[in-house]
């Protein structure tokens, strides 16, 4: 692959140390196990699995906030650089993140157009006069009123402090943006709305994003690729619309069927059993197979790999992948 990408991990790998209880003995866990992926300029890719999939985790290698234990990460054709270093931090100007909370992005006792202007003081962008034009600017581009800048965070509805911290994000025009669950704080009634602003963002600025969601009808508008994760490893990554139209593993297959359709009968929903994924109790062979319905006694010893299995798309299950010519993917 890797023609023309501006993000690119391979085998991507993250364990961490962790201990059950206070006596418990320390033990290693795979929240990230052998990811690869890719996100070409100004387009997005989201990524849904449940939670303790290791999205976040995946976000936060993929900006290099925190470094894999195995496995690399390029941007824009460039190695990422090690954590905290100049050549790191310059590169942060050109991707940002955006997460779920954004009471905890914000500081509270700081105006928010002080705030949406920090990224340009920090990379001295333009001229003082330069920066607050620049800054009324952003307030309009995520539908806010520029007599608002003064406003500190509390003075907000939630809505509204995610449509802030995007202004922050989008501030110095970054080429990729990768978005943690940045509706999931939020109230039904406004979570298309930030939707919707982000992919107008997108379109008009040509921002590329990394969407992660546990919600798969929330990455649904937003995504021209999906990956589905599970345990730590990609399951299926597919065009976002045949994600929706033809689900090919079980893990995704069930939750595509809990998803409302406008315009379709419900189809029969899938109820996953089972115990939700845990990267501390990790099954043998198919991560997913003590949850799948149509498991077969290979399912149990041997991990699927993630295989092409049509163009454009990729699964990694047994039976999926037996049921066409299986290629092995190098990266
Ligand atoms: N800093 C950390 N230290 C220890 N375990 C972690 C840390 N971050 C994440 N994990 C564990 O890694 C797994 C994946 O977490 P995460 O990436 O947050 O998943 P998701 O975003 O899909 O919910 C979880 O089991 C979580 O408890
Ligand atoms: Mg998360």
Redesign the pocket.
């Known amino acids: 692959m890797s023609e023309n990408q501006l993000l690119e991990a391979s085998g991507l790998v993250k364990t961490?140390r962790?201990r059950r209880g206070l006596l418990g003995r320390p033990t290693d866990?795979r929240?990230v196990d052998d990811v690869s992926l890719s996100v070409a300029p100004s387009q997005t890719l989201g990524i849904v699995?449940e939670?303790?999939?290791?999205?976040?985790?995946?976000g936060r290698l993929l900006l290099g906030i925190e470094e894999p234990t195995e496995g690399s990460v390029r941007f824009d054709g460039n190695a990422m650089p090690r954590l905290g270093t100049a050549e790191w931090r310059a590169l942060r100007s050109r991707m940002q993140l955006v997460f779920q909370d954004p009471l905890a992005a914000l500081d509270r006792r700081v105006s928010i157009g002080t705030q949406i202007g920090e990224p340009l003081d920090i990379h001295a962008v333009g001229t003082e006069r330069e920066r607050q034009e620049r800054v009324e600017s952003l307030l309009s581009a995520v539908g806010l009123r520029r007599d608002q800048a003064d406003r500190y965070p509390h003075e907000l509805s939630g809505g509204q402090r995610q449509r802030v911290v995007i202004a922050r994000a989008i501030a110095t025009n970054p080429q990729l943006l990768v978005c943690d669950e940045p509706v999931s704080a939020l109230d039904v009634s406004i979570q298309a709305q930030v939707i919707n602003l982000l992919r107008d963002l997108q379109e008009t600025r040509g921002i590329a994003m990394a969407f992660i969601s546990h919600d798969l009808k929330v990455v649904r508008n937003i995504s021209d690729r999906v990956a589905v994760?599970y345990l730590g490893r990609i399951v299926e990554e597919a065009p976002s619309e045949e994600i929706f139209r033809r689900p090919l593993h079980p893990y995704t297959q069930a939750l595509v069927s809990s998803v409302p359709v406008p315009g379709t009968a419900l189809r029969d929903r899938i109820i996953l059993e089972g115990e939700p994924p845990?990267?501390a109790a990790r099954p043998t062979g198919c991560s997913f197979h003590p949850r799948c319905s149509l498991a077969i006694a290979r399912c149990r010893v041997e991990a699927p790999a993630l295989v092409a299995v049509e163009s454009g798309r990729k699964a990694a299950c047994h039976l999926v992948a037996s049921a066409s010519e299986p290629e092995i993917m190098d990266s």
């Open positions: 961490y962790t866990i929240a699995g939670s303790g999939s290791g999205k976040s985790t995946t994760m845990n990267p």
